[in-house]
């Protein structure tokens, strides 16, 4: 079933100028593997329906199709590659009272054949969300959204994650609902890779370190602890090419907020909304990417829109409109290696599409969609030349 899914293209009603018998096509010149990240199971947020990890591949035409379902792991909700593209990393979400800790799993990924278990690794705490994977391919870190925790993994040659070199708990509220305690959401490596920034929700701060990968150790550093705005509850961020600006996506208060480095400090410069002004709905903030041709792409859910921003000359984002998600809850947003696309997976409605993206004007034209059961991350494998943002 899921097969004929992902091979068949369904329209929305707002792609009516799309053709009805375009087939998803990835570049020639794109990794031939796209990674989809699912949740399994009802928790509080979502309902999840999927079986598992879904892998589709492209043929020599560049078309998609599906080649395997990785399964035996439960919210399997957010994915990585290994830079050389052998090893495709997941977290676990679970819940407290499903287990006693969630997990981070690897897998190894062959040119032929299933993906083939590797290793898998508690998290020392509940809810893991995030995993990002050092741009040497030897440690990876993940956040847990329940606890605090962020742990560092070594990874060998192989793709096997080793025992933890460190656990952190943080601490650190807010005067939101939700910011009763430390949620950390994701981590950034910066100064190629050299330090570490987590957002954390819960605390409303951004956390400061040095990374040590001789030993796999995190060390405060600069300002630490990066206050944001009260209730902002920053989830997601991105760091400039430059290294000078840092581009944070506050979840409760769906703003993007922009900060300025100099040496060991960094300064709030700007801040602005993600809706259209006036606009007065119910909405949360998920993901954030950055365009290599000064291009900023946000997600709203609630509104269920992609937000457009433009980088003016002082690198500062203006707002530039919404476009539809095309379903329901748009948590993760990916652009595609040439960064010629951007993939939407919208988790309460099943649905992953697609906008071809303006390279002069950065604006977003509707293109094609696909189904895949309760999405939340998208993937893709990279190339030696292609590195996972």
């Not at 679970?94 to 032929?112: K, R």
């Not at 990968?213 to 509850?233: C, H, I, M, N």
Request: with cysteine.
């Amino acid at each position: 079933m899921i097969r004929t899914l992902f091979r068949t293209l369904i329209l929305l009603a707002f792609l009516t100028a799309c053709s009805s018998t375009e087939e998803v096509i990835v570049p020639a010149n794109a990794p031939t593997m796209v990674a989809i990240g699912t949740y399994t199971r009802t928790e509080g947020h979502v309902d999840g329906k999927a079986e598992g990890i879904y892998l589709a591949r492209t043929d020599s035409s560049g078309f998609l199709t599906m080649v395997d379902t990785i399964t035996g792991i439960v919210n399997p909700s957010y994915l990585a590659f290994s830079p050389d593209g052998k090893t495709l990393f997941a977290v676990s979400e679970l819940s407290p009272g499903f287990d006693t800790t969630g997990y981070v799993y690897s897998y190894a990924i062959a040119e032929e054949g299933p993906a083939v278990l590797r290793s898998r690794q508690p998290t020392y705490s509940h809810a893991p969300c995030h995993v990002r994977v050092h741009p040497s391919g030897e440690w990876i870190l993940v956040s847990n959204y329940v606890g605090g925790v962020v742990a560092v993994y070594p990874v060998d040659e192989d793709g096997l994650i080793e025992a933890s070199t460190q656990v952190l708990t943080h601490e650190g509220t807010g005067i939101h609902s939700r910011q009763e305690s430390s949620h950390p959401h994701a981590t950034t490596f910066a100064k190629n890779g050299s330090q570490v920034l987590v957002t954390d929700l819960g605390a409303n701060v951004i956390w400061w370190y040095d990374f040590d990968k001789t030993v796999g150790r995190l060390t405060q550093t600069g300002q630490y602890r990066v206050e944001l705005p009260p209730a902002s509850g920053p989830r997601h961020m991105v760091v400039h090419p430059n290294g000078e600006y840092w581009y944070v996506l506050n979840e409760l208060s769906n703003t993007l907020a922009t900060f300025q480095r100099k040496g060991d400090e960094v300064t709030l410069v700007d801040t602005v909304a993600t809706l259209p002004a006036g606009v007065r709905v119910a909405n949360n903030t998920a993901d954030i990417r950055l365009h290599r041709n000064g291009h900023l792409y946000t997600s709203n859910r609630g509104h269920n829109s992609v937000a457009h921003f433009r980088l003016d000359e002082n690198q500062h984002p203006v707002f530039a409109g919404t476009y539809p998600s095309g379903g329901d809850a748009p948590r993760h947003i990916r652009l595609d290696p040439d960064q010629e696309h951007l993939l939407i997976a919208n988790q309460n409605t099943d649905l992953l599409v697609r906008y071809k993206i303006d390279a002069q004007t950065g604006a977003l034209t509707a293109k094609d969609s696909m189904r895949v059961a309760t999405p939340v991350c998208i993937a893709f494998q990279p190339q030696p030349h292609v590195s996972e943002d």
